[in-house]
């Protein structure tokens, strides 16, 4: 996977996790307010929520990182010799 690749697929997962995050935004607001957000649904939403952070984070990991050092990590480095005639 190229660098644009990994651009676009990091574009991707923001686009998922924002959309995840408004849906079950209303989902909560549904379900607190008539005090039904309890077992297996509060703790699924914390695993969700929980899975959404560490996509975001990573995202911002990947961001984070200059223009060069993304360069070297997708480019393997190849070791030139030079020899100078004596």
């Not at 190229?2 to 408004?22: M, W």
């Amino acid at each position: 996977m190229n660098d644009s690749q990994k651009f676009g697929a990091v574009l991707e997962v923001l686009e998922l996790a924002a959309h995840v995050i408004a849906h079950n935004a209303v989902v909560e607001q549904i379900y607190v307010n008539r005090e039904l957000l309890v077992g297996g649904l509060r703790d699924a939403l914390i695993k969700l929520y929980a899975r959404v952070l560490q996509c975001l984070i990573e995202a911002h990991d990947y961001y984070g990182k200059t223009t060069l050092s993304k360069l070297f990590r997708s480019t393997p480095l190849v070791l030139v010799t030079l020899k100078v005639r004596t």
